[in-house]
């Protein structure tokens, strides 16, 4: 019964210091941890306007079609040649 007093008081010792130990780092861990997140919103943000543009550009030009692209290669044989390889 003793042992397992004593037991509970170190534990609670030890959760005690634990905390106090994170406390201390935790301010400037916060700061990190916020900056970090704002450089993620900041990059998904990004990311999102340059998918979303690519495909408003995509569908802008698809809708503005000319004659000409339309019957551009409608005579040409399916020949798989290579232009521009180099050798």
Do not use: C
Request: charged residues 20%; aromatic residues 8%; glycine residues 12%.
């Amino acid at each position: 019964m003793m042992q397992a007093m004593k037991l509970s008081h170190s534990l609670r010792e030890l959760g005690q210091q634990i905390e106090d130990s994170v406390d201390s780092v935790g301010h400037s861990g916060t700061k990190l941890l916020r900056n970090i997140g704002w450089v993620s919103a900041g990059i998904t943000a990004l990311a999102l306007g340059v998918v979303v543009g690519r495909e408003l550009r995509q569908r802008y030009k698809f809708n503005r079609r000319t004659p000409y692209d339309f019957y551009a290669h409608s005579g040409d044989q399916a020949q798989d040649v290579e232009f521009g390889v180099g050798i």
